[in-house]
């Protein structure tokens, strides 16, 4: 089992960058893939990117590639998600979810994930 606790959200102004963290703990991180979404008010959650376990392999959402970047570091069993060039359209509350998964170089952002944060706010605003 996982615990997932985001961090590194706050109020930016537009054309900022935010880099958010989801910490891991727990057992076995390396073989979960790690998806990051996000929820503004009155939409429906959204996916960003997921990166698979133990490779290179990353998936971004439609309309996600180029201003968001996902990483992760399985020594400290965190994920990144580096947003550049932020704008009003990307105040939502971020999450960062993880599914267990056998093959190493594969992840989905339309799996049902097993394990999911609490979430943390960036708001665009100047």
């Known amino acids: 089992q996982l615990q997932l606790v985001e961090s590194g959200g706050g109020l930016v102004q537009p054309g900022g960058s935010l880099r958010l963290s989801c910490k891991a703990s727990g057992w076995d991180f390396d073989f979960y893939y790690i998806g990051w979404f996000r929820q503004a008010p009155g939409s429906e959650r959204e996916g960003i990117a997921c990166?698979?376990?133990?490779?290179?392999?990353?998936n971004y959402g439609d309309s996600m590639k180029g201003r968001f970047t996902i990483s992760r570091d399985n020594a400290k069993k965190t994920s990144y998600l580096q947003i550049d060039g932020l704008n009003h359209e990307d105040t939502a509350v971020y999450y960062c979810?993880?599914?267990?998964?056998?093959?190493?170089?594969?992840?989905?952002?339309?799996?049902?994930?097993?394990?999911w944060g609490q979430g943390t706010q960036v708001t665009v605003s100047s």
């Open positions: 990166i698979a376990s133990r490779e290179n392999m990353v």
């Open positions: 979810a993880a599914k267990r998964w056998p093959e190493s170089n594969y992840c989905a952002l339309s799996e049902k994930y097993d394990f």
